[in-house]
């Protein structure tokens, strides 16, 4: 079946503009994360869903970056006025998870984010 | 709080000869553990995961890791490495938590093979 899949693959944007990121989780899953992979930095988690409700917030490294998920299938991580730290590749997965630590994430092919 | 500290950023063998990435976590609650690789300009893929159920784990592409409580160590091993084998391996703690899911990755080791 069909499997996380994101948008863009790449974005090249300026610096001080906004970007949207998306991201279609698999069908059915009700659990979705975002995480950042930056050269040097390893994956950094970012925030969590559980349906449309974000219980943990506490990766988002600044006010400017917020995400959302509406009916509880894609999400959307906007960041705005992009600086070039925000270079990075950004990972969406989802899981089936019901609160149970042992339900697999299955990750996205992720968005490569240049800011110049 | 919990941790995962990848021992090792950069392993290079022979191919054919044993593979072992060193993984140590550190966690105050039941963690469950996952190894997932990342090949180059792939996105990341589970290789295996343990499950507070058999403490030896098989995955795919013949490696396995073995849960141990008393080192909080999860290395992952395979006895022969292929060539197919070079990317970048990622080792994962996960905790749930009330509702509440934390995900902490490793720094990551690249794995390469020398022919």
């Known amino acids: 079946g069909a499997g996380v899949s994101q948008s863009p693959s790449n974005k090249v944007t300026e610096k001080g503009k906004d970007v949207e990121l998306r991201c279609d989780p698999i069908s059915g899953h009700t659990a979705l994360y975002w995480y950042r992979q930056s050269l040097g930095q390893g994956l950094e988690f970012l925030i969590y869903?559980?349906?449309?409700?974000?219980?943990?917030k506490s990766g988002l490294p600044s006010d400017r970056f917020s995400a959302e998920r509406t009916g509880g299938s894609v999400s959307t991580l906007t960041i705005q006025r992009t600086q070039q730290e925000d270079s990075a590749v950004y990972l969406c997965?989802?899981?089936?998870?019901?609160?149970?630590?042992?339900?697999?994430?299955?990750f996205g092919p992720g968005t490569r984010l240049t800011v110049l | 709080a919990q941790s995962v500290t990848q021992l090792d950023s950069h392993v290079s063998v022979s191919e054919g000869t044993p593979v072992l990435l060193r993984c140590n976590y550190s966690?105050?609650?039941?963690?469950?553990l996952f190894w997932y690789v990342q090949h180059p300009n792939k996105g990341l893929q589970l290789l295996l995961k343990y499950t507070s159920a058999a403490t030896l784990v098989k995955g795919i592409n013949g490696f396995e890791a073995e849960f141990k409580k008393s080192e909080t160590s999860f290395h992952l091993t395979k006895p022969s490495a292929h060539m197919s084998d070079a990317a970048e391996y990622f080792c994962?703690?996960?905790?749930?938590?009330?509702?509440?899911?934390?995900?902490?990755f490793g720094t990551g080791t690249r794995l390469t093979i020398i022919p």
């Open positions: 966690s105050s609650y039941s963690p469950s």
């Open positions: 994962v703690v996960r905790i749930s938590n009330f509702g509440n899911e934390k995900l902490t």
């Open positions: 869903f559980q349906g449309n409700s974000a219980p943990d």
């Open positions: 997965a989802s899981s089936s998870t019901s609160g149970l630590s042992t339900d697999t994430q299955y």
